[in-house]
């Protein structure tokens, strides 16, 4: 069965509401704009369009994004910035929504993460309760640098 095909018009109207929903990256509505069986012109155009109404934002899904992965998943930057990259966001974009993360709230939530996996891993020894939860912290995308550091100074206080 061949996907439905709109034509310029209606496909304004469904993209004006699938961004009006969320914010929504370049590469998500030109994708979307295809799927709708629009041709490269149309695409490009309306894409324009949505710049100038400001239905379409890169900074601002950025900024956007970060956040809500962040502080809802508690992801780190690099897992952050790995899925931005993927959806085709400017390097400029994904600085500009790093500045949404507070360094000391980013601190604090790597240190949470830590103290919650420490007490609930199973482990033989220190040394391999240790490195399962630098494994598990730097696979959620926080610095392996700074969760070792972190996993020191805890090893230090005890």
């Known amino acids: 069965m061949q996907p439905k095909r709109f034509t310029p018009d209606q496909a304004r109207l469904k993209i004006q509401a699938y961004c009006a929903y ?3 990256s370049h590469r998500e509505v030109r994708e979307k704009l ?3 069986g629009l041709f490269k012109d149309d695409v490009d155009q309306l894409t324009v369009e949505l710049l100038d109404q400001n239905f379409l934002n890169e900074e601002r899904f950025a ?3 970060v ?3 962040f ?3 508690k992801w780190g930057r690099r897992k952050i910035e790995l899925h931005l990259k993927e959806k085709g966001v400017s390097a400029y974009c994904i600085k500009q929504g790093f500045k949404e993360i507070d360094p000391e709230e980013y601190s604090k939530t790597m240190m949470e993460l830590i103290a919650y996996k420490l007490r609930t891993v199973a482990a033989k020894n220190d040394f391999e309760r240790h490195a399962k ?3 598990y912290i730097v696979g959620r995308g926080f610095e ?3 969760v070792w550091e972190q ?3 805890l090893r230090v206080k005890n």
């Open 22 to 24: 969320q914010e929504r």
């Open 34 to 36: 295809y799927s709708y």
């Open 63 to 65: 900024r956007a994004y």
């Open 67 to 69: 956040s809500g992965k």
């Open 71 to 73: 502080r809802i998943k």
């Open 133 to 135: 939860t630098a494994a």
């Open 144 to 146: 392996s640098e700074l």
């Open 151 to 153: 996993i020191h100074q």
